[in-house]
């Protein structure tokens, strides 16, 4: 029996005898999330518009920066994109995979999704076949 001026052990405590606000929060760290975005991005590319033209080069994989405030991410998706092909269709269904997948991977708000081109590949510019470019 514990008097007045005894110390609790914290270790006796239950996890019902604490409030809300003093048990621990988890936290996600922004590359957690930015491994997420690429996974997404990867995932969009793959099965969305344009997916028929994707670069063959294995180092064109999606580059992403995240910064997380809260419950609440911005995303910069960085891409190398096959040309010809639908550009504006491609990052569209990037920024909807990578906020459809932060939402039910990690319960975070992404007000921001931000696609980038970096470079576009093309058989004919790349070298890989001759003839006439269109």
Do not use: F, N, W
Not at 31 to 54: H, M, N, T, W, Y
């Amino acid at each position: 029996m514990t008097g007045a001026g005894d110390a609790v052990d914290p270790r006796e405590t239950a996890a019902g005898d604490v409030p809300a606000g003093g048990r621990g929060v988890t936290t996600i760290a922004d590359r957690v999330v930015a491994k997420i975005a690429v996974q997404a991005a990867r995932e969009a590319l793959r099965s969305g518009p344009g997916a028929d033209v994707l670069p063959r080069d294995p180092g064109a994989r999606p580059r992403a920066r995240v910064s997380v405030h809260d419950r609440s991410a911005r995303v910069r998706v960085l891409l190398e994109l096959g040309y010809p092909s639908d550009i504006g269709a491609q990052c569209a269904a990037v920024r909807r995979q990578v906020a459809l997948r932060v939402r039910e991977l990690v319960d975070m708000e992404v007000p921001e999704v931000a696609v980038g081109v970096e470079r576009l590949h093309s058989e004919q510019l790349d070298g890989h076949v001759v003839g006439r470019a269109r």
